[in-house]
Every structure is written in structure tokens, then in C-alpha cells.
């Protein structure tokens, strides 16, 4: 599971996956900006949270 998301967004997409996984989420930098929209808003997304699985 990955959400790309937006610097606003990226509690909610950890919480989201914290409560699928049960397993804290890693986290990372986008290094391609402005080409993902962010999950939640129409925002260029900054981050991406994946699960380890
Ligand atoms: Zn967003």
C-alpha cells in the first residue's frame, strides 16, 4: 500500500495506514514533484507513505 500525499496530508495518510497495517508506515521525500497530485487535495503531493509490506 503507498499514498503519495501533500506536506497538509501526511498525518492522515500515516493514520490510514496504521489502522490497515497495524505497522507504523516509512515515509519519504518525493524526488519527482509536480507530477503526483496528492490523494486528498488537488496539491502537488511532497511525500509518499507506504507500508513495509
Ligand atoms: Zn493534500
Partial sequence: MEKK?????????LDIIVDE???YP????LSTS???TCE???VD???VVSSKK
Avoid at 5 to 13: F, L, S, Y
Avoid at 26 to 29: I, M, R
Fill in 34 to 36: 509536480g507530477q503526483v
Fill in 45 to 47: 503531493a511532497t511525500y
Fill in 5 to 13: 500525499v501533500c506536506k497538509e496530508h501526511v498525518e492522515i495518510a
Fill in 26 to 29: 516509512l515515509l519519504e521525500e
Fill in 21 to 23: 497495517t497495524g505497522e
Fill in 40 to 42: 486528498f487535495c488537488d
